[in-house]
Each structure stands twice: as structure tokens, then as C-alpha cells.
């Protein structure tokens, strides 16, 4: 079975940053996307950053989240990344991670079938 690990969430200071992490397991196919989703509150989900772990070339980044936040892999760990700076308190959410075998657009939210369990990121002003 396919499992999501996602831990990092936490209480930051806006302009500070988090580090969130995806760990996957379960996937008998090395060519899989994940993404970061988010909800907030009163909100529906929405699109943060979907990478190919084997193209990381065309990672995707939402608009409101460019130049802020960056993907990585880590291949060994089956482990992917969304380090997130200069954070600010409209990035208050439950943030997401999601895998599925790569499908184009990458970042769709119904393009992923499996989620793991939220972590929350708290910015304060």
C-alpha cells in the first residue's frame, strides 16, 4: 500500500520559514509526482508545488507561492521537500502532501489518489 508521511508544520513568525517533508512508500513504480496542497480555513483546497521525483525540471509553483517556496528530493529517502521562506500569514493553512503516478497537468488535485495526513502552518503577523 501506499503510504504519506508529512511532518514539519509548526507556529512561525511571518518572514520566518518551515520545512515540511513527504515520505512515501509503497510505490512500485519510480516515476511518480508529489505535490502540496493546502487548505485554509473557510477555503478550499489549493495547489502549492508538484514535482516528477524524476524531473525535477518541471517542478510546478502556485503564483502566490513563487520565489518563496522550493521543492527537493531526496531519492534515497523517498522523501520529498517544500521548504518554505519568508512565510506570511495568508500561508496559514493545513498543508497536504499527495502522490500518484505522473499525470499531466502536475499539479491537478484530482489528479492525485493518495494523500497523507495534514500538518498544520501557523503564520503570525
Known amino acids: 500500500d501506499v503510504q504519506l508521511q508529512a511532518s514539519g508544520g509548526g507556529l512561525v513568525q511571518a518572514g520566518g520559514s518551515l520545512r515540511l517533508s513527504c515520505a512515501a512508500s509503497g510505490f512500485t513504480s519510480a516515476d511518480y509526482a508529489v505535490g502540496w496542497f493546502r487548505r485554509a480555513p473557510g477555503k478550499e483546497r489549493e495547489r502549492v508545488s508538484c514535482?516528477?521525483?524524476?524531473?525535477?525540471?518541471?517542478?510546478y509553483y502556485a503564483d502566490s507561492v513563487k520565489g518563496r517556496f522550493t521543492m527537493s528530493v531526496d531519492n534515497a529517502k523517498n522523501t520529498v521537500y517544500l521548504q518554505m521562506n519568508s512565510l506570511k500569514p495568508e500561508d496559514t493553512a493545513v498543508y497536504y502532501c499527495?502522490?500518484?503516478?505522473?499525470?499531466?497537468?502536475?499539479?491537478?488535485?484530482?489528479?492525485?489518489?493518495?494523500w497523507g495526513q495534514g500538518t498544520q502552518v501557523t503564520v503570525s503577523s
Open positions: 499527495a502522490a500518484d503516478p505522473v499525470t499531466y497537468p502536475l499539479c491537478a488535485v484530482g489528479a492525485y489518489d493518495y
Open positions: 514535482i516528477n521525483v524524476n524531473n525535477v525540471g518541471s517542478t
